[in-house]
């Protein structure tokens, strides 16, 4: 599937920019530094080199890079090391992955064990989850189970954006980029203060492209692949120095195209795409060509009052969400040739009054030379309808409610000059309940035997559970900083009612818990030119959560496993080579395996793919030993950006690339469902003008046009799905003070 050439290009450039970098040491005798950077993975500004956490940040120019295209969430991807994302649900419902452990759910209810925080709030549902990232701060990955501070449904780890908050004073920014297949982007930022102590900042996105991929079967020519989305968030704060409140409001429309399934785009025993593969067609009956629709509003109020010793903070955040995707599912046609498929499936999903509100409130000490600490509590509830509409069965409808509470602290110790301890416990109780609401029977489907409408009895599932964490973090030297954790965490119970919608029963899976070890280094070398940041993992998950998906049962049910156990390393590397070169690396590696002697898992349907794993009487795949699903054994990542001066101001040129190892799609193992050496690399050309202070630049993303396989649907033919193709474009930012 991949060409040796461009692999080897992607290498090539990669070593000379290495090479010359080294060279260029001793050439240069100016004093530089890297920048120092601040997290708030516990909840309170610190140093990233003195949190005992492995994690990684993304901020600046090279974050805003990835998005030039117009890209969703899931651009995030391989950009760290251990952190994978993606989606069968268009720009909506994406799914994340820390060190190999997430969830492949693609339904609307879908739990997962990888949380996301946007400006100190949860954000639950998957559709929440997929907010556009603009005017962004900083992201920050914090790998390992976060159960102490953020809860339950954080086994793997969180993912934290911070946007930009108001400031005394006028700024302001506009950015706009236009590239190939009709894509226009737009965002743009002002802020100003209004009084002494009241100021603002409005903020907004708009990522529009044409549709551009043809219909094969209809003749329709640039029927799919567009989307139109646009996002805003105005924010006022109120600071008098002791006490400040800040005040959010945001929203986002959505539409577009939901994910492109392509029929039979491998040949059994095959992962090399074939001759059905034409990434600007498809051939489909039936989906209205994949429409997707969404609404998002929200809330958020933030306030935080500075006592002698010690700080209260209450943050209240509420949430609404509505929309719907449809998809010809068998990604063709139940015709002959080109996307030719078994038999046709089409599916439509609707969110329905989605609502979420969050409380929480904590006291944490204003800090001192030795100790610091912090308690708090947290309520979240949650409601939303799920609406399944399907092309032979007709149409269902869910309804999830979620309530939990829970109360937290954590306290870190200066032990001696150079050790420093911190321990955290959190009890939370989360409850869940299902029912069914309205369900119509296809009448067609009535016709050849399918069952009348059931009667289903409501679900109601609770736990209570401890989540707790210790962590050291022992200074070897003024630039060195030795830390290991010791982590409990876990994901609630989890209740998945799809299956309802055709003719079977939900599905509940108990509460999993993870135990996670892990053993780091963060330092700062040469001068603090050379961030060099490394961290050893081993977690064992009990009763880990699975959903099995698709096959030959074409459901989507959750189950348990024994164990689950992962184990690996991360590397992130930032390199001032000179002054005008800046490098940057991250290398992971993740061994994941499923341990349970007796599970078994439906395998692909109709028979045409090559399952490996052991087959039992059942005729099911026996997965025991198996990888987690969706997990990429290796991560890499690679940012170069160099600079010649000119008069008032640069030339530039930054360059990122992410490559992606052995994948399995599935959590059972066969030939056509699995990845290996995917890669994607941007480029971006540009002069920036440090009197005016503007930006103009040319950039590509995918700049070699890879076709890297992403998912899969193997209930009926060898169906796969792809990612974005490359798109080359000009772009243009001005800042205004």
Not at 27 to 46: H, M, P
Not at 257 to 285: C, H, K, M, P
Not at 340 to 353: G, I, R
């Amino acid at each position: 599937m991949k060409t040796l050439n461009k692999a080897s290009l992607a290498l090539s450039i990669q070593a000379v920019l290495f090479a010359s970098a080294v060279s260029a040491q001793s050439e240069d005798e100016t004093k530089i530094e890297l920048e120092q950077i601040t997290v708030t993975a516990q909840k309170r500004t610190q140093s990233i080199q003195e949190v005992p956490i492995s994690i990684a940040t993304l901020s600046g120019e090279k974050f805003e890079n990835m998005f030039s295209a117009g890209d969703d969430v899931l651009a995030l991807a391989n950009r760290v090391p251990g952190l994978y994302a993606e989606s069968s649900n268009g720009r909506i419902a994406p799914r994340f992955y820390i060190r190999g452990l997430g969830n492949t759910d693609f339904d609307l209810a879908a739990s997962q064990p990888v949380s996301i925080v946007m400006d100190e709030v949860v954000k639950e549902n998957v559709i929440l989850k997929s907010f556009p990232l603009f005017d962004v701060e900083r992201v920050e990955v914090i790998r390992g189970p976060q159960g102490t501070l953020f809860g339950r449904n954080t086994t793997a780890g969180i993912i934290k954006f911070d946007t930009r908050k108001p400031r005394d004073g006028f700024d302001a920014f506009v950015e706009t980029a236009v590239g190939s297949y009709g894509t226009f982007n737009l965002e743009g930022a002002v802020g100003n203060s209004i009084t002494d102590e009241l100021s603002f900042r409005l903020s907004g996105l708009s990522q529009n492209r044409e549709d551009w991929v043809d219909n094969g079967l209809t003749g329709e020519q640039d029927a799919l692949g567009g989307y139109h989305e646009n996002a805003g968030r105005l924010q006022f704060l109120y600071d008098t120095g002791d006490f400040n409140a800040l005040l959010s409001m945001h929203t986002r429309d959505l539409e577009g195209t939901s994910t492109l399934f392509r029929a039979n785009i491998v040949d059994s025993g095959s992962t090399d795409l074939n001759e059905n593969y034409d990434r600007d067609t498809v051939y489909y009956d039936q989906g209205d060509n994949n429409p997707q629709e969404y609404e998002n509003h929200g809330a958020q109020l933030r306030l935080e009052k500075f006592f002698d010793t010690v700080s209260l903070t209450a943050i209240s955040a509420y949430e609404t969400a509505d929309g719907r995707s449809k998809g010809d599912i068998d990604g063709g046609n139940a015709g002959m040739g080109l996307g030719a498929s078994s038999f046709p499936a089409v599916t439509e999903d609707q969110l329905n009054d989605l609502r979420q509100f969050t409380q929480e409130v904590r006291i944490a000490s204003l800090g001192n030379q030795q100790l610091d600490w912090q308690v708090g509590a947290f309520f979240f509830d949650s409601s939303f309808g799920v609406t399944t509409v399907d092309g032979f069965f007709g149409t269902t409808t869910v309804y999830h409610d979620n309530e939990t509470w829970a109360v937290f602290g954590q306290s870190s110790y200066q032990l001696n000059e150079r050790l420093e301890v911190t321990g955290g416990i959190r009890y939370t109780h989360d409850e869940k309940s299902f029912r069914v609401g309205e369900q119509n029977v296809d009448s067609f489907a009535l016709s050849i035997g399918a069952a009348a409408i059931q009667d289903y009895e409501d679900i109601n599932v609770d736990d209570g559970q401890v989540s707790w964490e210790l962590a050291a973090n022992y200074e070897l030297s003024d630039n060195a900083n030795l830390f290991s954790r010791i982590a409990q965490g876990f994901r609630a119970q989890t209740i998945q009612g799809r299956d309802v919608a055709f003719e079977k029963a939900a599905s509940v899976a108990d509460a999993e818990t993870i135990d996670s070890f892990e053993i780091g280094i963060k330092s700062d070398l040469m001068d603090r030119r050379l961030r060099l940041n490394a961290a050893l993992f081993y977690y064992e998950i009990d009763d880990i959560q699975l959903s099995a998906i698709g096959g030959q049962t074409q459901g989507n049910q959750l189950i348990n496993a024994d164990k689950g156990v992962g184990q690996g390393f991360e590397v992130d590397v930032e390199f001032l080579a000179m002054d005008n070169l800046s490098l940057t690396a991250g290398y992971s590696f993740t061994d994941t395996e499923l341990q349970d002697r007796g599970l078994e898992i439906a395998p692909c349907g109709s028979g045409m793919c090559t399952v490996l794993d052991p087959i039992a009487d059942s005729g099911n795949a026996l997965v025991n030993g198996n990888p987690f699903p969706q997990a990429p054994e290796q991560v890499f990542n690679f940012t170069a950006r160099y600079t010649h001066e000119v008069d008032s101001g640069e030339l530039f040129v930054l360059t990122d690339w992410a490559w992606q190892g052995d994948t399995n799609l599935f959590i059972y193992d066969a030939v056509e469902f699995s990845t290996s050496g995917n890669f994607e690399g941007g480029l971006r050309v540009g002069y920036e003008n440090f009197r005016h202070d503007y930006k103009v630049s040319l950039f590509g993303r995918n700049i070699t046009d890879e076709d890297n396989v992403k998912g899969a649907i193997d209930f009926n033919n060898n169906t796969l799905f792809v990612n974005e193709p490359r798109v080359v474009g000009v772009e243009f930012r001005m800042n205004f003070y």
